[in-house]
């Protein structure tokens, strides 16, 4: 079974920097995707970056300019680099992958920016 572990969350003033950190159990080039998503109390789950199995990059408006997902195949691990966060980007963070017509997904790792 394909596990994805999350690491990196904690605690920030706004304005400072998190790296959460997705290690797979599985070879990350035998994915088609992976992204991070994060939910808020109250809100629904969203999609904050997203990279394909080329490279290609997307971001959620909210966060363009400020986070950086990247992926290293030699690790096989998921990273998103968080800049100049905001209260609002207090959640919980999960790591996404796609595998075939399977979608695995990491435990979450809580984010809380205090402003």
């Known amino acids: 079974q394909v596990q994805l572990v999350e690491s990196g969350g904690g605690l920030v003033q706004a304005g400072e920097s998190l790296r959460l950190s997705c290690a797979a159990s599985?070879?990350?080039?035998?994915?088609?995707?992976m992204a991070w998503y994060r939910q808020a109390p109250g809100k629904e789950r969203e999609e904050v970056a997203s990279i394909l199995a080329g490279g290609a990059t997307t971001y959620v408006d909210s966060v363009k300019g400020r986070f950086y997902i990247s992926s290293d195949a030699a690790k096989n691990t998921l990273t998103l680099q968080m800049n100049s966060l905001k209260s609002e980007d207090t959640a919980l963070y999960y790591c996404?992958?796609?595998?075939?017509?399977?979608?695995?997904w990491g435990q979450g790792t809580q984010v809380t920016v205090s402003s």
């Open positions: 996404f992958a796609r595998w075939g017509p399977d979608k695995i």
């Open positions: 599985e070879r990350i080039l035998n994915f088609n995707w």
